[in-house]
T-cell receptor
Framework: DAGVIQSPRHEVTEMGQEVTLRCKPISGHDYLFWYRQTMMRGLELLIYFNNNVPIDDSGMPEDRFSAKMPNASFSTLKIQPSEPRDSAVYFC?????????????FGPGTRLTVT | DQQVKQNSPSLSVQEGRISILNCDYTNSMFDYFLWYKKYPAEGPTFLISISSIKDKNEDGRFTVFLNKSAKHLSLHIVPSQPGDSAVYFCAASALGNQFYFGTGTSLTVIP
């Protein structure tokens, strides 16, 4: 398996622009997670899905952030409008089953820079 | 509020010596803990885990120790190798809920 695939790997955009990050989980995994990594806060869970349904989005920082999972093999994280403080590395992860005792498989991340 | 804390942003160790990475948590309900390793430009990869019913788990050169009374866990790497140079994240969860990650410790193993 190719693992979790994220695109783009790097994104540079200007403040106010819309940004869309994409993720393809590992085939057969029922859970998909979006994380944001910053120096100050480490890895923060933004939202996670189970069988394409959003389960917990309490980590989404503001209404400017939205995530969708239209099918089992694709998810997007959208920021509209983007702000400089959104600059971070965004990771997608998937898991075959998850009760807090299974590892998650992370993608390589998307480094977002908002100027 | 950080529920999982890694107070040492960086650590340097000589090759062959022991590396000890520390992690503290505040939530007494946490019952499962993991360590992830992250190389530059890659996503974190799972390294080792421990359940709260244990106080030690060993996997090759890696051992995780859990001190529930102190709400502290540590990762020991013996002997340390240059390929171990990476950022290490600890994570904790309670009752099967979401994982909370620390801010990471950057380990450099000097040849």
């Amino acid at each position: 398996d190719a693992g979790v695939i994220q695109s783009p790997r790097h994104e540079v955009t200007e403040m106010g622009q819309e940004v869309t990050l994409r993720c393809k989980p590992i085939s057969g995994h029922d859970y998909l997670f979006w994380y944001r990594q910053t120096m100050m806060r480490g890895l923060e869970l933004l939202i996670y899905f189970n069988n394409n349904v959003p389960i917990d989005d309490s980590g989404m920082p503001e209404d400017r952030f939205s995530a969708k999972m239209p099918n089992a093999s694709f998810s997007t994280l959208k920021i509209q409008p983007s702000e400089p403080r959104d600059s971070a590395v965004y990771f997608c992860a998937s898991s075959p089953s998850w009760r807090g005792s299974n590892e998650q498989y992370f993608g390589p991340g998307t480094r977002l820079t908002v100027t | 509020d950080q529920q999982v804390k890694q107070n040492s942003p960086s650590l340097s160790v000589q090759e062959g010596r022991i590396s000890i990475l520390n992690c503290d948590y505040t939530n007494s309900m946490f019952d499962y803990f993991l360590w992830y390793k992250k190389y530059p430009a890659e996503g974190p990869t799972f390294l080792i885990s421990i359940s709260s019913i244990k106080d030690k788990n060993e996997d090759g050169r890696f051992t995780v120790f859990l001190n529930k009374s102190a709400k502290h866990l540590s990762l020991h790497i013996v002997p340390s190798q240059p390929g171990d140079s990476a950022v290490y994240f600890c994570a904790a969860s309670a009752l099967g809920n979401q994982f909370y990650f620390g801010t990471g410790t950057s380990l450099t193993v000097i040849p």
